[in-house]
């Protein structure tokens, strides 16, 4: 099994994919404590606990033999957003760098992920959630809304990213920088 990764403070997506074929969603969803007597920083680490330790218990639960993520290019729209994405790569970059539970990592840039995905840089949101519903028909399950008129919930564009995470590494294959060599044909480590 591999893991595709969108990761966020807020609303991390996590697929496992094996053969091609999307296997298991976890949705790591984050809301800042109420506590009041907490700094702020001291609130962001909560989280990013939190979040850390649901990935090592994924990580040791299906022990995948490669982990995909996401990685920003960096600037955002505002302090608070830039924040909350460093935070969250500072996170994932520890955890690729002990190679935890011996698991390697590679990160696949954004515009990386969107080129591979749709042949552009700048996808729109819609855009990626319906390509990731065409092309793993069974990821619309957990990209569903539960509102009537709605067709998409909220989490899925981050299911979709991780979708497209991982469809831009089978693209893209040994063209990555770092970690192993794949055959990206058969999801094996070569």
Known sequence: MILSIDP?????????????????????????????????????????QYLVGELCRIINTNKPELILAEQSIGATQSAVSTKALALVAG?????????YAGVPWQ????HDVKRAFLGKPNATKQQMIEE???????LQEAMRSNKAGVTWSGNAEHFADAAAVYTAWRKMGNTIRGGHKWNTSSDVRT
């Open 8 to 48: 966020s403070l807020t609303h991390t997506a996590v697929l496992g994919v094996d053969e091609g074929t999307i296997k298991k969603t976890w949705m790591l969803a984050t809301n800042p404590s109420k506590d009041k007597f907490l700094t702020a920083s001291e609130k962001d680490a909560e989280r990013i």
């Open 132 to 138: 990731a519903a065409r092309l793993y028909p069974e």
């Open 107 to 110: 990160f696949i840039r954004v």
């Open 91 to 99: 996170a994932m970059t520890a955890m690729a760098t002990i190679q």
